[in-house]
């Protein structure tokens, strides 16, 4: 068996696409991650990540990889990239928990010479003091003079067509210069063009800022939007003109909230850490009200749009229209659809879902039934919740629906049609 180059840890959505890269320009490659299922599963062929179809995974295994639960397969790697979850615990506070075991593991079996890299989204200095302080004292060996340390962001967009991992620009930083060096020579067989930092923690912020400027203007175009409710302003025709103009402005949309694994989870990174070094981010605290009042705003309207067609929530069949959290994939990480089905039922309406591509949805740990046949569940509901614009909803169908639609994407029109 041929010596593996590469080892990722951690096979999700960030890391089974690295994976599968790695193999792609022939470099010997294996994976390691703590769920049985997922290390079943890829070894037998199939793929749980919607990005990687079946055919990759197989493709993988002709060229030798092998998915592992035992760390004693990151022993003599080359190359080591730690792609874990880093998300929000029970109480919204940031969990490192995975990083940490996935440290543990990988300095357990460092070697010298080799080159440890950190995909994960966290903090500014998680790379240069958790990260290295776990890999020295598991491992006896020092980053910078026996084993090469870097972090490179992931930016891996679920269900983007145009950018993947090959030609979205890649940030790359090292510990140390040499770090750098090593970890470009890495990443530049990987994909087109690398961006280099000057540290790790300049990359760590970089990747939080992304998001947090998506968070941010996420919030600043839902307060336009109910400021052009009350005032009697077409928002969407607002956004239709904004969007025109080819320079220094970028447009955003009104919604139900923001889910996903980054946008509501990174600034809360950079939010705790700031309060950590004495720093407050008004803006951002402020962005944080906004979109964590949006579910109970979408349940607001839903009442009203109910009490026009002389009803109330309570004992009212209400449809919600895809719980993804982002148009056309099967993700649901922090879907603001959980968090409004929690808010009906609570207002005692029966809740149920359309998604052609989440076979299973759950709110406050509550499953709820699931509509396979979309004709059928709007002519069963009081009230349709269009919550993710999916290709597979017609807007004109939705418009003649025989309910009463409550669309927060803007994307339809008609007389029972309300707008967020």
Not at 16 to 36: I, M
Not at 65 to 70: C, E, K, N, S
């Amino acid at each position: 068996m041929t010596r593996a180059v590469v080892a990722v840890v951690g096979l999700g959505y960030v890391g089974l696409p690295l994976a599968a890269r790695a193999c792609e320009v022939g470099l010997p490659t294996v994976g390691y991650d703590v769920s049985p299922a997922v290390v079943t599963g890829l070894n037998e062929g199939r793929s749980h990540v919607g990005d990687v179809p079946d055919a990759t995974v197989a493709a993988m295994r002709e060229r030798g990889f092998v998915a592992h639960r035992d760390p004693e397969v990151l022993a003599g790697c080359d190359t080591v990239v730690i792609c874990v979850p880093t998300g929000l615990d029970g109480a919204g506070e940031p969990d490192l928990s995975a990083l940490r075991g996935a440290a543990r593991a990988v300095g357990g079996h460092l070697r010298t010479g080799t080159l440890v890299v950190l995909e994960s989204t966290s903090y500014p200095g998680t790379t240069d003091t958790l990260l290295r302080e776990i890999l020295e004292r598991e491992s006896g060996l020092q980053a910078g003079e026996d084993f090469h340390l870097a972090y490179s962001p992931e930016r891996i967009d679920p269900g983007n067509t145009e950018f993947s991992l090959k030609n979205t620009p890649k940030i790359v930083s090292g510990y140390t210069p040499l770090c750098l060096k090593y970890a470009t020579a890495f990443y530049q067989r990987l994909v087109d063009r690398l961006v280099l930092s000057g540290g790790t923690r300049e990359a760590e912020m970089a990747k939080l800022l992304e998001n947090t400027h998506r968070y941010v203007n996420i919030a600043l175009v839902n307060e336009v939007a109910r400021y052009c409710e009350r005032t009697g302003i077409d928002v969407w025709d607002v956004l239709h003109c904004a969007g025109t103009k080819p320079f220094g402005y970028s447009a955003f949309q009104p919604g139900p909230g923001v889910g996903g694994h980054c946008v509501p989870v990174d600034p809360r990174y950079l939010d705790v850490h700031a309060t950590e070094q004495g720093f407050t981010f008004q803006l951002l605290a402020a962005a944080r009200r906004v979109i964590s009042a949006m579910p109970e705003r979408v349940v607001e309207r839903a009442a009203d749009v109910l009490r026009q067609e002389g009803r109330g929530l309570a004992g009212s069949r209400v449809l919600l229209l895809g719980v993804s959290y982002k148009p056309d994939v099967a993700d649901v990480r922090e879907s603001p659809a959980a968090p409004i089905a929690r808010l009906l039922r609570e207002a005692g309406a029966d809740v149920v879902y359309h998604d052609p591509l989440v076979t299973a949805f759950s709110a406050a740990g509550i499953p709820l039934l699931r509509e396979k046949e979309l004709a059928g569940a709007l002519a069963r509901a009081d009230l349709a919740i269009l919550l993710q614009d999916h290709t597979c909803y017609p807007s004109q169908q939705l418009a003649q629906a025989p309910c009463a639609l409550l669309d927060t994407r803007g994307k339809t029109a008609g007389a029972r049609v309300t707008l967020l």
